[in-house]
């Protein structure tokens, strides 16, 4: 006799691979990876190579001198004259990018503080810094001193030792945290459908008569859910590999970034997306077989999706950096330990934590999910 | 043969949205049913027939009690009796997206019968209740009657001792039912072991050798159709039961 967990497992598989929305969870989710690099590598391209004229439209209520006339023609600014009121209209009418105004000595840069129009104040804040050494230079020339005694007392410069490209490591840790987030989508269906599904369809009370130990039931169970979500995370891995490469070749914020990932960065990524998919089916059958309808299962797991990716999201805003005691919390640990391979560290105690912490939890929730199962409550939920 | 002795079943049900209250859907019932013997167990919808039948298909631990078949309980020989025995009931739903060749063979599987032994089953079974046309096809293409004889094929490819039929023909048409009661007429014949619960007092009059009236829980009168028609000066069981329960139905 063939092991009844294998049957269970047979079962699962077949009915996920049959049901159209389990296999679009599956298989569509990681579609969204390479979108999303591509997406964002050219948003920040756009953003670091924005072209000037796009926002030098700059406009004067006042009466401009030559030398800032001459400032204002070097750096390509496009100058508008008008009155206060002229020029405040075709701010509102998206004429202009901003305005300058005077009172004596004083200029003010009106904007409304958007996108383009802080590119223009850094461009105005540029051109004054300008104006206001050439007539701090002319001041000291007409009192016989020479400005560079007294306007470079000190100089700074800057030497970069280690080229940090900010951007295109912002997108490769958001597309590996991204690989987290689809393999959750992905466990979630079909953890609701092997539960509270089986429950609301009447297969349930079928199955319970079977001569199935609780145990190969649930095993059977979660190891279906969690094929369905390392299929998921292998999918979503390859994607955002190969959407990386293909964006490397495509925009210039990849400069000075190897993206070409070593055999033991994979198969460790690969550890981390098994171990996470374990971890994450575990928890969702857990949760869906408290809840009477799909419905309400799927409300109960939909919280789970922003879990997966607020830890990781926060991590990176802080800068928080993988500890033996952090490989062990769950959720956060797969991410911190993903950003590590990410960024060709691999550390074999943290990894090694994980997965044993990992272990623990997938026992615990197991145990609860067939004391439950042993239990007629499983029929009834809640 | 299986034993029902002493059985009680608890639930806690909300009183109002915020207490809860302990009630007894089945009191202390006991009976026996023989080897080749159709037993019927009889009532009005929520006299306790459903649970007491998911009792003794191993589905709810009954709270006080206990269920033995051939001396074997459900705490120390659970695979072993459930290997034994059918259960279905008129709300017994399958795996729609799999065939009914799928369904039988998983289930076959399940119970541990061979390859071959499971194929040659799925063959006889499938020529007795005429399933060929539908073999290939998946269950959520299959009409209710087809349904129901696929949920049959279902019960009969492990070849078990004991059946248990929770109102199985509810809410089918006369065709379906009759497949049903000849299917349970055929086990008998067998010697096979049948519970069957029914709201319906024709069916079960024509069909069980003794049935157990049950209302409220409680067993209000067990015997043989005929014995039971003669206690309470009857003609048949449906007069009977209202003549036991003093002709009103107070359903919980």
Request: include cysteine; charge should be negative; charged fraction near 25%.
């Given at each position: 006799m063939r092991s009844n967990l294998f049957n269970i497992l047979k079962k699962e598989i077949r009915e996920l691979f049959r049901d159209k929305k389990s296999l679009a969870m599956m298989l569509v989710i990681p579609i969204f990876i390479p979108l999303l690099v591509v997406g964002m590598s050219?948003?920040?391209?756009?953003?670091?190579?924005?072209?000037?004229?796009?926002?030098?439209?700059?406009?004067?209520?006042?009466?401009?001198?030559?030398?800032e006339k001459n400032i204002a023609s070097q750096m390509n600014i496009s100058v508008v004259n008008g009155s206060e009121e002229e020029l405040n209209k075709m701010y509102d009418d998206g004429e202009i990018d901003l305005y300058i105004t005077k009172n004596e000595n004083k200029y003010v840069i009106n904007s409304d503080g958007s996108d383009n129009s802080t590119y223009s104040t850094s461009l105005m804040e540029t051109y004054f810094n300008t104006y206001k050494q050439l007539l701090q230079q002319s001041y000291l020339q007409q009192n016989n001193i020479d400005p560079n005694e007294v306007l470079n007392i000190i100089t700074v410069e800057e030497n970069i030792v280690e080229q940090d490209n900010f951007f295109?490591?912002?997108?490769?840790?958001?597309?590996?945290?991204?690989?987290?987030?689809a393999i959750?989508?992905?466990?979630?269906?079909?953890?609701?459908?092997?539960?509270?599904?089986?429950r609301e369809r009447g297969t349930l009370e079928t199955l319970l008569t079977f001569p199935i130990k609780s145990r190969d039931i649930i095993v059977g169970k979660f190891l279906?859910?969690?094929?369905?979500?390392?299929?998921?995370?292998?999918?979503?891995?390859?994607?955002?590999?190969?959407?990386?490469?293909?964006?490397?070749?495509?925009?210039?914020?990849?400069?000075?970034?190897?993206?070409?990932?070593?055999?033991?960065?994979?198969?460790?990524?690969?550890?981390?997306?098994?171990?996470?998919?374990?971890?994450?089916?575990?928890?969702?059958?857990?949760?869906?077989?408290?809840?009477?309808?799909?419905?309400?299962?799927?409300?109960a797991l939909t919280p789970l999706t922003f879990i997966s990716l607020f830890p990781g999201m926060i991590a990176f805003m802080i800068g928080i950096t993988t500890t033996p005691i952090l490989s062990i919390v769950p959720f956060l640990n797969y991410t911190l330990i993903f950003t590590?391979?990410?960024?060709?560290?691999?550390?074999?105690?943290?990894?090694?934590?994980?997965?044993?912490?990992?272990?623990?939890?997938?026992?615990?929730v197991l145990a609860y999910i067939i004391k439950q199962y042993k239990s007629e409550k499983v029929l009834f939920a809640k | 043969m299986i034993k029902v002795e002493?059985?009680?079943?608890?639930?806690?049900?909300?009183?109002?949205?915020?207490?809860?209250?302990?009630?007894?859907?089945?009191?202390?019932?006991?009976?026996?049913?023989?080897?080749?013997?159709?037993?019927?167990?009889?009532?009005?919808?929520?006299?306790?027939?459903?649970?007491?039948?998911?009792?003794?298909?191993?589905?709810?631990?009954?709270?006080?009690?206990?269920?033995?078949f051939d001396k074997l309980n459900y705490k120390d020989n659970e695979i072993e009796i459930k290997k034994s025995i059918a259960y279905l009931s008129g709300?017994?739903?399958?795996?729609?997206?799999?065939?009914?060749?799928?369904?039988?063979?998983?289930?076959?599987?399940?119970?541990?019968?061979?390859?071959?032994?499971?194929?040659?089953?799925?063959?006889?079974?499938?020529?007795?209740?005429?399933?060929?046309?539908?073999?290939?096809?998946k269950i959520e293409n299959l009409s209710t009657g087809q349904t129901q004889k696929v949920n049959i094929a279902r019960c009969l490819i492990h070849n078990?001792?004991?059946?248990?039929?929770?109102?199985?023909?509810?809410?089918?048409?006369?065709?379906?039912?009759?497949?049903?009661?000849?299917?349970?007429?055929?086990?008998?014949?067998?010697g096979k072991t049948i519970i069957y619960s029914t709201h319906y007092m024709e069916e079960a009059e024509n069909i069980c050798d003794r049935v157990i009236m049950i209302n409220k829980g409680r067993i209000i009168k067990s015997g043989t159709p005929s014995d039971i028609k003669k206690d309470t000066n009857t003609t048949n069981l449906r007069d009977a039961f209202f003549a036991m329960i003093g002709g009103v139905l107070d359903e919980e």
């Amino acid at each position: 006799m063939r092991s009844n967990l294998f049957n269970i497992l047979k079962k699962e598989i077949r009915e996920l691979f049959r049901d159209k929305k389990s296999l679009a969870m599956m298989l569509v989710i990681p579609i969204f990876i390479p979108l999303l690099v591509v997406g964002m590598s050219a948003l920040f391209e756009s953003q670091v190579n924005k072209n000037v004229e796009e926002y030098n439209k700059i406009g004067f209520a006042y009466d401009m001198s030559d030398e800032e006339k001459n400032i204002a023609s070097q750096m390509n600014i496009s100058v508008v004259n008008g009155s206060e009121e002229e020029l405040n209209k075709m701010y509102d009418d998206g004429e202009i990018d901003l305005y300058i105004t005077k009172n004596e000595n004083k200029y003010v840069i009106n904007s409304d503080g958007s996108d383009n129009s802080t590119y223009s104040t850094s461009l105005m804040e540029t051109y004054f810094n300008t104006y206001k050494q050439l007539l701090q230079q002319s001041y000291l020339q007409q009192n016989n001193i020479d400005p560079n005694e007294v306007l470079n007392i000190i100089t700074v410069e800057e030497n970069i030792v280690e080229q940090d490209n900010f951007f295109a490591n912002y997108i490769k840790n958001y597309a590996f945290l991204f690989i987290i987030m689809a393999i959750t989508v992905s466990a979630t269906y079909p953890a609701t459908d092997t539960t509270a599904g089986e429950r609301e369809r009447g297969t349930l009370e079928t199955l319970l008569t079977f001569p199935i130990k609780s145990r190969d039931i649930i095993v059977g169970k979660f190891l279906g859910v969690s094929i369905s979500s390392i299929v998921t995370g292998v999918i979503s891995l390859i994607l955002a590999i190969i959407s990386l490469i293909i964006s490397q070749d495509m925009f210039t914020i990849y400069e000075g970034i190897d993206i070409m990932y070593s055999f033991a960065s994979i198969v460790f990524a690969l550890v981390i997306i098994i171990a996470y998919s374990f971890f994450i089916s575990g928890l969702c059958i857990a949760i869906a077989s408290t809840s009477k309808t799909f419905k309400e299962a799927q409300s109960a797991l939909t919280p789970l999706t922003f879990i997966s990716l607020f830890p990781g999201m926060i991590a990176f805003m802080i800068g928080i950096t993988t500890t033996p005691i952090l490989s062990i919390v769950p959720f956060l640990n797969y991410t911190l330990i993903f950003t590590d391979i990410n960024n060709g560290n691999i550390d074999v105690l943290n990894i090694s934590l994980m997965a044993i912490s990992t272990i623990i939890y997938i026992t615990a929730v197991l145990a609860y999910i067939i004391k439950q199962y042993k239990s007629e409550k499983v029929l009834f939920a809640k | 043969m299986i034993k029902v002795e002493h059985v009680t079943k608890k639930f806690v049900r909300y009183k109002n949205k915020r207490e809860k209250e302990e009630f007894c859907a089945d009191k202390d019932i006991s009976f026996s049913a023989n080897d080749g013997e159709i037993i019927g167990i009889l009532g009005p919808n929520g006299a306790g027939k459903t649970t007491l039948l998911r009792m003794i298909a191993g589905i709810l631990e009954p709270s006080e009690g206990k269920i033995t078949f051939d001396k074997l309980n459900y705490k120390d020989n659970e695979i072993e009796i459930k290997k034994s025995i059918a259960y279905l009931s008129g709300n017994t739903k399958l795996y729609d997206t799999l065939s009914t060749y799928e369904l039988l063979k998983m289930c076959s599987d399940i119970y541990g019968v061979n390859e071959q032994e499971s194929k040659k089953r799925i063959e006889e079974i499938s020529k007795v209740l005429k399933m060929d046309q539908f073999l290939y096809n998946k269950i959520e293409n299959l009409s209710t009657g087809q349904t129901q004889k696929v949920n049959i094929a279902r019960c009969l490819i492990h070849n078990p001792k004991y059946y248990i039929l929770d109102e199985a023909t509810t809410g089918l048409d006369i065709i379906s039912s009759q497949i049903i009661l000849d299917f349970i007429k055929k086990e008998r014949e067998k010697g096979k072991t049948i519970i069957y619960s029914t709201h319906y007092m024709e069916e079960a009059e024509n069909i069980c050798d003794r049935v157990i009236m049950i209302n409220k829980g409680r067993i209000i009168k067990s015997g043989t159709p005929s014995d039971i028609k003669k206690d309470t000066n009857t003609t048949n069981l449906r007069d009977a039961f209202f003549a036991m329960i003093g002709g009103v139905l107070d359903e919980e």
